[in-house]
């Protein structure tokens, strides 16, 4: 079963729109993290934010904002007034302790182009 | 700061053969992880080191083997290369474990093509 969706495959909207990025998260665990990364063309990743499950306040950082809702499981992703330098591929990802050993699980991601 | 440094960038490599991805970092982080990503997934975990001499399975160990000889090295080998290990590979590190308090840092990656 896959841990994390990212049912958006990909999207496209127009300069200046607005844009959620959604993801589901599946685990039993009471504590774990979330976290959103951005992938641009270049193929670097790049560390956008990190949620504890202990924490649910939304959070907003200039024109990024993330909806963090553990009754529907839900870590959603805003972007504000898209620019051009916002098109990349931007995956959720799911930080959970097991007796095993920690595993970090990436959403398949979404690609997102803004068009000028 | 150098940060997380990968070597080589891009690699082609006959079915069989082997290799050693290098992966080292600058920033005394005790955390260190090796993903790789499949076109158009997310990234899976291969292998995890949580200091010098301790290494530990993620998600898709197999074919793959890690050593942490040292805090700032950890280099992944891939001994008998075959075509599904074709992919990119990241490598990742962090002050704490999957970086719960402090991100993880991600190398550039390294696009590795088994012909």
């Known amino acids: 079963a896959q841990k994390v969706t990212q049912a958006q495959t990909e999207i496209s909207v127009v300069e200046k729109e607005d844009v959620t990025l959604d993801c589901v998260y599946e685990t039993r665990d009471t504590t774990y993290y979330l976290f959103w990364y951005k992938q641009p063309p270049s193929g670097e990743l790049v560390f956008l934010i990190r949620r504890n499950s202990f924490d649910e306040q939304n959070e907003i950082s200039g024109r990024y904002s993330w909806n963090f809702q553990k009754s529907t499981s839900s870590f959603n992703f805003t972007i504000t007034a898209s620019q051009v330098v916002d098109s990349a591929v931007y995956f959720c990802a799911l930080s959970e302790a097991k007796s095993t050993g920690n595993q970090f699980y990436f959403g398949t991601g979404t690609s997102l182009t803004v068009i000028p | 700061n150098a940060g997380v440094t990968q070597t080589p960038k891009f690699r082609i490599l006959k079915i069989g053969q082997s290799m050693t991805l290098q992966c080292a970092q600058d920033m005394n982080h005790n955390y260190m992880y090796w993903y790789r990503q499949d076109p158009g997934m997310g990234l899976k975990l291969i292998y995890y080191?949580?200091?010098?001499?301790?290494?530990d399975k993620g998600e898709v160990p197999n074919g793959y083997n890690v050593s942490r000889s040292t805090t700032e090295d950890f280099p992944l080998r891939l001994e008998l290369a075959a075509p599904s290990q074709t992919s990119v590979y990241f490598c990742?590190?962090?002050?704490?474990?999957?970086?719960?308090?402090?991100?993880?840092?991600f190398g550039d990656g390294t696009r590795l093509s088994i012909l």
């Open positions: 990742a590190s962090s002050r704490d474990l999957q970086g719960a308090r402090q991100p993880q840092h």
């Open positions: 080191s949580v200091g010098a001499g301790i290494t």
